[in-house]
């Protein structure tokens, strides 16, 4: 463990870019016969087809009029109760001077979660020192133009980085420092993006969630109890959580070495199987359930003023050939572990991955940032995982030109 994080500048005002002026432009019929009364009955035969043909379509015509005015009002029923019941953050104006860092058909998410009510939680601010208002988890998800996949990272909540404004101190400090306005800020610097919504999510919401899917299913990595009165076992393999299970599971800490590292992967896991259960087809086809759902989480978010409905329903639009596995969940690369000069124990940033995980982001190529993630997993690099990883040979190439491969730039990258 490094004993203390270097000297670090002292902290300049911070002046909000929200609402200053919003973006930085960037740049044929039969012949009848002739009296005969057999061609007379022939005649007939035909318009009585007609006409049952007729009485067919139009039976069909009406069922399919009243199946859209019926699947309409239910799409119109699930936009009403998204809108009036999701809570806006009305202080939040995300129109700022970052937007030219980002194509306009980019999509920038930041997740926060409140986990406020859990043991684990006063537990962690009374280690800390730290009280008030805190994300105790914190996901940026990215969706490039194309809609070729939905890229989701944690960030670890003891990351050590510079809050605007208030010199340095762990991510989920900015919170209560600043509001929203400040982790938006703050994230946007961290990863030199920009972020198009926010959406706050209290951990309660999960019980209600998981309850309203029918359950979920993880792929449980290591057997643990969850809770430090009345434990719950959560074995190996694959396990099936609903309610309040899926909201232990999720808040476990102590029971692992790795703690937070271990935490953030199980949480990963659980927001996984929801879009995996979610998009299965016995929930998709089944409108109560879609509507139960809805009405379940939408009450435990807080979201910016532009993402409504309409929002939600042209991005589902876009992105409606996506599978469950092209989401791709990881945490952000992180450096050693340290203690400040007061006494707290955080996690340093690895300002190589970072400058990778910038370039990235800005060019689009998250799936190749992912692939270098990979291997440098398998070359030892793993401050950020807290897990041992075999130390393999990496292939055979000028790091600078592999880098340059992976984040979209150069192939001549010197």
Avoid: C
């Amino acid at each position: 463990m490094a004993e203390r994080p270097p000297q670090q500048p002292g902290p300049q005002p911070h002046r909000p870019r929200r609402a200053r002026g919003g973006v930085v432009p960037e740049p044929a019929a039969g012949k009848a016969g002739k009296g005969s009364t057999q061609a007379a009955a022939s005649e007939k035969k035909p318009r009585r087809r007609t006409k049952i043909i007729a009485i067919v379509l139009g039976v069909i015509a009406v069922l399919v009029i009243a199946a859209v005015v019926i699947a309409g009002l239910y799409l119109r029923q699930l936009q009403t109760t998204f809108d009036d019941n999701r809570n806006v953050i009305e202080e939040l104006d995300l129109a700022d001077d970052s937007a030219y860092r980002t194509s306009d058909d980019t999509i920038n998410m930041l997740l926060l979660g409140s986990d406020s009510r859990g043991d684990d939680e006063e537990d962690y601010r009374a280690r800390t020192g730290e009280g008030g208002a805190r994300s105790d988890v914190m996901m940026f998800v990215h969706i490039p133009a194309d809609r070729s996949g939905v890229y989701v990272m944690s960030i670890m909540r003891d990351l050590w980085v510079e809050v605007p404004g208030h010199g340095y101190g762990r991510v989920n400090s900015a919170l209560g420092a600043g509001g929203y306005e400040l982790v938006v800020d703050m994230v946007e610097e961290m990863l030199y993006t920009h972020i198009d919504h926010v959406a706050v999510i209290d951990f309660e919401g999960f019980s209600d969630l998981t309850t309203a899917l029918g359950g979920v299913y993880v792929d449980n990595p290591q057997a643990f109890s969850g809770r430090e009165h009345d434990p719950v076992f959560f074995p190996e393999g694959e396990i099936r959580l609903e309610g309040e299970e899926a909201l232990w599971y999720v808040r476990e800490r102590k029971s692992f070495p790795i703690g937070d590292y271990m935490r953030v992967q199980n949480q990963q896991r659980v927001v996984k199987a929801i879009v995996q259960r979610f998009l299965s087809g016995d929930t998709l086809t089944n409108p109560q359930r879609v509507m139960n759902v809805v009405e379940s989480i939408v009450p435990f978010m807080e979201v910016d003023s532009a993402l409504n409905a309409e929002t939600v329903a042209g991005y589902a639009m876009e992105m409606r050939n996506l599978r469950a596995n092209d989401i791709h969940m990881f945490t952000m690369p992180t450096g050693e572990p340290a203690v400040t000069t007061g006494g707290a124990q955080v996690i340093l940033p690895d300002e190589d991955m970072m400058q990778l995980l910038q370039t990235s982001l800005k060019n689009e190529n998250m799936q190749g940032f992912l692939e270098y993630l990979e291997l440098s997993e398998e070359g030892g690099s793993s401050a950020f995982t807290g897990e041992a990883e075999s130390y393999t040979q990496l292939p055979d190439e000028p790091v600078g030109q592999l880098i340059g491969k992976i984040a979209g730039g150069s192939r001549n990258a010197q």
